[in-house]
């Protein structure tokens, strides 16, 4: 794994400090919208030949504590860790999220998963729209990488760049600065999966296209999906009248549906990839980790 011997700067055109802010604030609800996203990622989880025995949930609170019981539900065997900034609360909701059974067989399995610790490794990592909140992006996937079992795979979902197109369009025209920072292109996300020592990355995506009654409604569905984290966004607070100004334009400049309804277009990022049997390079003298050694040792006798 080529891992960065260098501390990874920023994403451009992201603020690091109000990155930090956002991922540490407290919550005890999961978005529609990322629920609805890691829905339709877990559909996809029946594509893998072989489902994992222990999984970890990245973020399980923001990332879908409906997508968590429904993982529950379809890998009822699979030990179950959870890695959050807020761990205790996490660990208490996916508690609850957990899927209840009235057979005494699967009680002691209700009881919830356990916290990760750095030394856990686990046959598929789920992180359900994190990366493009994430202010070092690369320095997360090299931590993904070795949470992972050799063999094992990483499964995610994020926003793309077409993501607020007439939020963004609408911004530009009023002169204001920037909505939202930019997301990152799957192409690019291929790349760092390949970086961060993973093979064999899939990348697709797809748009979903929300509709609003009214620009209030619009504006508290962006509030719980996270927040401005652009580094040319305005550098104080609003005042109200600004946010009057914010509504009028919505709601006359907005595209609207058929039916009359505002709309703002999410491009939703899917990826998957795989923790190969590590390469030892030749050297005189080779340092190895036994997991590694004992992984290729695996491999030879297949």
């Not at 690091?16 to 996203?37: D, F, I, Y």
């Not at 222990?54 to 429904?70: A, I, T």
């Not at 990355?201 to 748009?207: A, G, K, L, S």
Request: with cysteine; proline share 8%.
């Amino acid at each position: 794994m080529n891992t960065p011997t260098a501390p990874e700067n920023p994403v451009p055109g992201l603020d690091p400090v109000a990155a930090q802010r956002w991922l540490q604030r407290a919550t005890k609800t999961s978005p529609w919208l990322h629920e609805e996203v890691g829905s339709r990622m877990a559909d996809r989880l029946p594509w893998f030949r072989e489902l994992p025995t222990s999984w970890l949930h990245w973020e399980p609170v923001q990332g879908g504590l409906e997508v968590h019981r429904k993982l529950r539900g379809m890998l009822p065997e699979a030990a179950c860790h959870v890695v959050a900034r807020r761990l205790p609360e996490a660990l208490e909701a996916t508690r609850e999220a957990t899927t209840r059974s009235w057979n005494p067989l699967q009680w002691g399995r209700a009881a919830g998963p356990a916290a990760a610790t750095a030394e856990t490794r686990v046959r598929m990592l789920w992180a359900n729209m994190a990366l493009h909140m994430e202010p070092r992006p690369q320095t997360l996937l090299a931590r993904w990488h070795q949470q992972i079992e050799t063999d094992g795979f990483l499964m995610f979902s994020c926003l793309g760049p077409d993501s607020l197109k007439e939020l963004r369009a609408l911004y530009a025209a009023q002169s204001w600065p920037l909505p939202a920072h930019a997301f990152t292109d799957m192409h690019d996300w291929g790349d760092m999966l390949v970086h961060a020592g993973f093979a064999e990355p899939v990348m697709d995506m797809e748009r979903i296209t929300l509709s609003y009654s009214n620009a209030a409604a619009l504006l508290a569905e962006l509030r719980g999906l996270g927040r401005n984290l652009s580094d040319q966004r305005f550098g104080a607070c609003r005042s109200r009248r600004w946010h009057d100004r914010l509504c009028a334009a919505i709601e006359l400049d907005l595209p609207r549906s058929d039916d009359g309804r505002l709309v703002l277009t999410f491009e939703i990022i899917y990826g998957h990839a795989f923790k190969p049997v590590p390469r030892v390079p030749l050297a005189s003298s080779t340092s190895l980790a036994v997991d590694d050694m004992r992984a290729m040792l695996r491999a030879g006798r297949r």
